[in-house]
């Protein structure tokens, strides 16, 4: 019996981050359908409900994104240091307080931790450079994903009579939504793939 299958890894945590990924996109689209694609709210509704009753509920997909950030706490957190530990809670906190505030209040509120969310990113991408345990797909996703937060907080920062002729809000949700939830997806699936590989018995062993 080959040993290394009791230490395969949690496939758990890597699902809650492709489902979180992927179904931030049609939340995303849902709920900037019903608001408008510029800073004027046009108040649509759906089933019943108004567009910040659908803002709020893009959070249960980023509590899933959060969720799996926690399953792969062991990996992200000590093989990387001082830097990655700072990093990871730096996330945890930059995305998963929003998503809970977001939740309870059933809006969305300003991005005011979305800074805190990019530089935990960048910082696990940094601490994790050269860690053969997390793939290369990996380290390139969490740096790409903080500078994607990072552009779109900075957008908030451009004044909106002239962020508007751009359609935005459309732009900044394609940057903090769409593209970030697909890298989660490749994060986990680059991740699940990684470790069926690691654990694969060789020829060898199975001879034995």
Known sequence: MNSR????????????????????????????????????????????????????????????????IYGHRTLLMEPGGRSARIGYWLTMIGLGLPAAVDLAAR???????????????????????????????????????????????????????????FQWYRLYGILSNVLFGLGWVVFGASLARHSGAAVAPSPATEAA
């Open 5 to 68: 299958s009791a230490q395969r890894p949690a496939s758990w945590p890597n699902l809650a981050l492709i489902a979180g990924g992927l179904l931030m996109t049609p939340m995303w689209v849902r709920y900037t359908s019903l608001h408008g694609p510029t800073s004027f709210d046009e108040g649509g509704q759906w089933l019943g409900q108004d567009e910040a009753f659908w803002g709020g509920m893009m959070a249960p997909t980023m509590l899933l994104i959060v969720l799996g």
């Open 107 to 165: 809006n969305v509120v300003p991005p005011f931790l979305m800074p805190l969310a990019a530089a935990g990113l960048i910082l696990l991408a940094a601490a994790h450079r050269h860690d053969p345990a997390l793939p290369i797909a990996c380290r390139v996703v969490l740096l790409v994903m903080g500078l994607l937060l990072s552009a779109a907080f900075l957008m908030n920062l451009i004044p909106l009579e002239t962020l508007d002729r």
